[in-house]
């Protein structure tokens, strides 16, 4: 039996993950710092649903019929023995690896949370092949990268999945085949890491033929799987807040709060998108089909489909009644950009992706409606600047059904 | 007046380089750990030279006429706080950072190694970039990368210059102009730390504006400059064991110890050289040449000339009547290779490099000659093996005069 370590898994991708691969017979083992719920104490921000601790997690789902599902409390950055504990103990033929500080706005909030960033994320993931090689075990690799990696400035180059073939122009004019990792133009701290995993991965698939599969995945948005919906003590994290809210579900939190949806800038940034299921269900596929020993690192594409950050905003107000309200943008990125992302990979192994719908959105908005009271507006607001010279964000223009 | 920061100040590199900048009118300061002092107490290896403590050393310095060079004893990796401390103190108009871990071998060693090598170079790069955002510096910054980024295994590309002119094909067959870094393939742990300061370097160049220059440089051979012959207190470094020693320098040991040259594999690995005269030298010119604020990192290939192994091997061999040895690789790089790396970037500026010829290593055998009774043979081997595949270094086959 397929044996499957989630780093992270007490996570908004990894909660879900753990039990989608648990519900389908894989021996699933769970390694978290529970750092996200550290950090929600550091920012007084939440998740809007109330999530169980996770020893009441477990003993539902075990209750629920499913096997025990181990879980070890860790921090792969900074305990290093205690990883190699836990692998030589678990015994993973897969490690599904979710354990990186995953917010752009929180990377960039200043030096402690860029330092923190940098050292979690290229540590963590370090120590983990480190204690691969040391240990000299198989265990296919899928670790969850961004599509952000790539760069969203001025790029008209199609997103291709990993990879690109060009041709170097030598001094002499001379043109020379290549295939290359796509060069990335990371546009936060975060997704920075993100960028350096791709070369430590490169070098250990080189070096030590470890088995590794990179998913560059778009910005989520839904909250519950069909596993998490079993019961309330298996709910599904549901962040809104400024630096981890994703932008889709921050819109549906201030639509039911009757807050003006607020987009950066002009709105006009391109993003690709992803529900929650498929993100489960992606993973999925990527451990079905790993990459044999040797090869280099396969990457996907983890994305649905591309939108404009407007576009959704406007699907929002017009199926909620909600205002739009355009603030200064935080964030120092191209104002706005067009974006293609080929998502050939996955669909080439059957995958056939949740396209964003209003209709899609009415699970969500039931759930917000349901824990409205629990709602901190004073986190909603982005509050990291990229630089200096960013502003904080003032309200330039409201539009919208309200003032119509 | 320009105030230097040398970050490494007491290394093989950094200590010839705070000398000359200092007797060219400079305020130097020097920052260093003193980890290479204490990571040959651990190897139990030693520098040929008898090397000075950093305070007999700065006494010595100040007697010949030249200021006082401060010196922090300092972990950039380490301790955040200190390392800012010192910025606000010593104001550096410029920051040569040569603190990072820089043996491919003791990256290789094991797991502690690679941990360590990553957590150094990463931490301590990423930490410095971070101060000067924070406190709003604008310290042209120097690092010393390595010519070994760009990998060695089969690529005939000509090396440029940190970026390259590609063509990217679409999925459409379209091509797509575009001015990338070039696409690195290191070869150890510590070239892999390197590449991965590149993208630190791109972020931080783009989303903060700091003025930064990398330098990838070759094998450095040699041992004195003008200014570490002025008193023997201020000899410079001299390594000559398994996991330090470059690879010319360790030639020149055995050859005058009467053991013969070990060459790993064929010899048939081509790479660059340069003289430590020319470290400094190309150093000066890089700071009196820095990129402008928000200009892209400024990258010059730090290489003199392109030898194959055997060929060094065989003119030392010649010159000194050694035998050649030789032994498994314990690398994981191609057997042979060619190289051709321009260094268009300092020959522009007027730097006229030193080429390796047999009366340039009249000096470095003088040196060898009057200090071979510090000389310690269990040193001299490599010690780390690249995988489980490669073998400890059996000798195949031995060639050379002493054998005619």
């Given at each position: 039996m397929e044996s499957v370590l989630v780093l992270g898994g007490d996570g908004f991708c990894g909660w879900p993950t753990a039990l989608y691969l648990s519900a389908r017979g894989y021996r699933v083992g769970i390694l978290d710092n529970l750092s996200r719920r550290r950090i929600d104490m550091e920012l007084k921000a939440d998740s809007l649903t109330p999530i169980a601790s996770m020893s009441d997690r477990l003993a539902i789902w075990a209750r629920l019929g499913?096997?025990?599902?181990?879980?070890?409390?860790?921090?792969?950055?900074?305990?290093?023995?205690?990883?190699?504990?836990?692998?030589?103990?678990?015994?993973?033929?897969?490690?599904?690896?979710?354990?990186?500080?995953?917010?752009?706005?929180?990377?960039?909030?200043?030096?402690?949370?860029?330092?923190?960033?940098?050292?979690?994320?290229?540590?963590?993931?370090?120590?983990?092949?480190?204690?691969?090689?040391?240990?000299?075990?198989?265990?296919?690799?899928?670790?969850?990268?961004?599509?952000?990696?790539?760069?969203?400035?001025?790029?008209?180059?199609?997103?291709?999945?990993?990879?690109?073939?060009?041709?170097?122009?030598?001094?002499?004019?001379?043109?020379?085949?290549?295939?290359?990792?796509?060069?990335?133009?990371?546009?936060?701290?975060?997704?920075?890491?993100?960028?350096?995993?791709?070369?430590?991965?490169?070098?250990?698939?080189?070096?030590?033929?470890?088995?590794?599969?990179?998913?560059?995945?778009?910005?989520?948005?839904g909250i519950q799987t069909h596993e998490t919906r079993l019961h309330d003590m298996l709910i599904n994290r549901f962040d809104y807040d400024g630096d981890y809210g994703t932008v889709l579900n921050r819109f549906l939190v201030q639509a039911v709060m009757r807050h003006p949806l607020t987009v950066h800038g002009?709105?006009?940034?391109?993003?690709?998108?992803?529900?929650?299921?498929?993100?489960?269900?992606?993973?999925?596929?990527?451990?079905?089909?790993?990459?044999?020993?040797?090869?280099?690192?396969?990457?996907?594409?983890?994305?649905?489909?591309?939108?404009?950050?407007?576009?959704?905003?406007?699907?929002?107000?017009?199926?909620?009644?909600?205002?739009?309200?355009?603030?200064?943008?935080?964030?120092?990125?191209?104002?706005?950009n067009d974006l293609a992302v080929t998502n050939a990979g996955f669909q080439g192994l059957g995958w056939e992706p949740v396209l964003l719908h209003h209709e899609q959105l009415r699970e969500t908005l039931e759930i917000v409606r349901r824990f409205r009271f629990r709602y901190a507006p004073e986190t909603v607001a982005a509050r990291s600047l990229w630089t200096r010279e960013q502003k904080p964000g003032v309200v330039r223009k409201k539009v919208g059904n309200r003032h119509a």
């Open positions: 499913h096997g025990d599902m181990p879980f070890f409390e860790l921090d792969i950055a900074r305990d290093y023995d205690g990883l190699r504990r836990v692998l030589r103990e678990f015994k993973p033929t897969a490690i599904v690896h979710f354990a990186e500080q995953r917010s752009a706005p929180y990377s960039m909030a200043g030096s402690t949370h860029k330092r923190y960033t940098v050292d979690n994320n290229i540590s963590g993931t370090h120590n983990l092949l480190v204690a691969l090689v040391e240990l000299d075990m198989d265990a296919h690799i899928v670790h969850l990268g961004t599509v952000g990696v790539y760069g969203y400035d001025g790029s008209e180059v199609p997103m291709p999945e990993g990879y690109i073939d060009v041709e170097v122009i030598g001094p002499d004019g001379t043109r020379y085949p290549r295939s290359i990792l796509y060069p990335t133009e990371p546009g936060s701290i975060y997704h920075m890491t993100k960028s350096m995993d791709q070369l430590m991965f490169q070098f250990f698939a080189h070096n030590d033929r470890l088995r590794i599969t990179d998913l560059h995945q778009g910005i989520v948005w002009t709105g006009g940034q391109t993003r690709g998108f992803i529900n929650i299921n498929d993100t489960v269900r992606c993973l999925h596929l990527a451990l079905q089909n790993p990459p044999k020993k040797g090869d280099r690192v396969k990457i996907f594409n983890q994305v649905a489909e591309t939108k404009r950050v407007i576009d959704v905003a406007q699907m929002v107000a017009r199926h909620t009644d909600a205002q739009i309200a355009f603030v200064d943008n935080p964030r120092k990125e191209a104002a706005e």
